[in-house]
């Protein structure tokens, strides 16, 4: 089973930007689709971006859509989330997931392993 962990989360003002990062150990990705997911109090776990093996795919949620971008780099076996024009509504925990297929994904049920998550806050 492959360990996820989450970084870069912490606090910014609105229309800021952070940039946060998936780092696998314990077994490839380079054949997986992977998510990003976030949480904020209180509500449900939401779909925010997923990307597919080569990269050759992405799709993202509508509300971080054209703001938000995933990328990767399996040899590092790394994948990041880069926001930008951040508001408070996107303040949450943001997961790291990975499916054990290659097909985007967008519910939290497709994804078989999670990190643990990183904290983003985002004043006004």
């Known amino acids: 089973q492959v360990q996820l962990v989450e970084s870069g989360g912490g606090l910014v003002q609105a229309g800021g930007s952070l940039k946060l990062a998936c780092t696998a150990s314990?077994?490839?990705?380079?054949?997986?689709?992977m998510g990003w997911f976030r949480q904020a109090p209180g509500q449900e776990r939401d779909f925010v971006a997923a990307?597919?093996?080569?990269?050759?795919?992405?799709r993202y949620a509508d509300s971080v859509k054209g703001r938000f971008k995933i990328s990767r780099d399996n040899a590092k076996k790394t994948v990041s989330l880069e926001m930008n024009s951040l508001k408070p509504e996107d303040t949450a925990v943001y997961y790291c997931a990975k499916r054990n297929t290659p097909a985007l994904g967008n519910i939290g049920s497709q994804f078989r392993d999670w990190g643990r998550g990183t904290q983003v806050t985002v004043s006004l």
């Open positions: 314990g077994g490839t990705i380079s054949d997986s689709a």
């Open positions: 990307i597919s093996p080569e990269s050759f795919i992405t």
